[in-house]
């Protein structure tokens, strides 16, 4: 992934958690990197070691690492940094999510290399609306539930999410109810 991406994600450390436990969890996680640079592509693997060494030494799982990291990616890192982009998405929870199978397109132009999720939305009614989540990526559900809460919280319209089903039960994409 862009290493906008671990950035992000020392970001998220070094504001909760302080400098020091940043370094602890990069030296965890085993990763010779001394800084990352936003618009060069690294391997997955460093994203998720990183994600693996801030579980251990916050005491935490690392769900709950990706959740976090899920609204903190929404809410400081794009609304900060692609500002613009984040509100040509919609005025609405509603209106975002159905124009979100096309935002990564936009992202692309930015971040050539991008290898981008997909997802489709599946409308029901006024307060509700499910969303369906392509990658070729694993173990990525939590990081979308905390989007999707991050998205809510953007809009402030508390969401409701479920997942709904996923490759844990054989299908092959993910798909989440929000409601709201
Ligand atoms: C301006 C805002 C955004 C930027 C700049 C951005 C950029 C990126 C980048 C750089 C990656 C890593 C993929 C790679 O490097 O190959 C990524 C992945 C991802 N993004 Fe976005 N993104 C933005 C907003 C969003 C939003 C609002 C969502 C909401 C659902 C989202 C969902 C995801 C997901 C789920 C992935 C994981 C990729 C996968 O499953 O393969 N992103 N994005």
Redesign the pocket.
């Known amino acids: 992934?862009?290493g906008?991406?671990n950035k992000a994600i020392q970001d998220l450390i070094t504001t909760n958690y302080g400098e020091d436990k940043w370094m602890k969890i990069k030296e965890k996680s085993k990763i010779d990197i001394d800084y990352f640079i936003s618009t060069e592509?690294y391997d997955d693997s460093v994203t998720y070691q990183l994600a693996i060494a801030a579980a251990q030494e916050l005491n935490i799982s690392v769900d709950e690492v990706l959740y976090s990291f899920g609204e903190w990616?929404?809410l400081k890192?794009?609304l900060q940094?692609?500002g613009g982009?984040?509100k040509a998405?919609g005025s609405t929870v509603k209106e975002?999510l159905t124009n979100?199978p096309s935002?990564?397109d936009r992202?692309m132009l930015?971040?050539p290399?991008?290898?981008?999720?997909e997802?489709k939305i599946d409308e029901k009614g006024e307060n509700c609306l499910i969303?369906h989540?392509f990658?070729?990526?694993e173990g990525?559900v939590a990081?979308?539930k905390g989007?999707?809460s991050?998205?809510g919280k953007m809009y402030e319209t508390p969401v409701e999410i479920e997942h709904v089903f996923g490759k844990s039960s054989g299908e092959e994409h993910e798909a989440f109810k929000v409601s709201w």
């Open positions: 992934m862009y906008l991406v592509p990616w929404v890192t794009s940094k692609y982009l984040m998405g975002f979100l935002f990564h992202i930015i971040y290399k991008l290898t981008p999720p997802f969303v989540y990658s070729k990526r990525l990081f979308m989007l999707l991050g998205i």
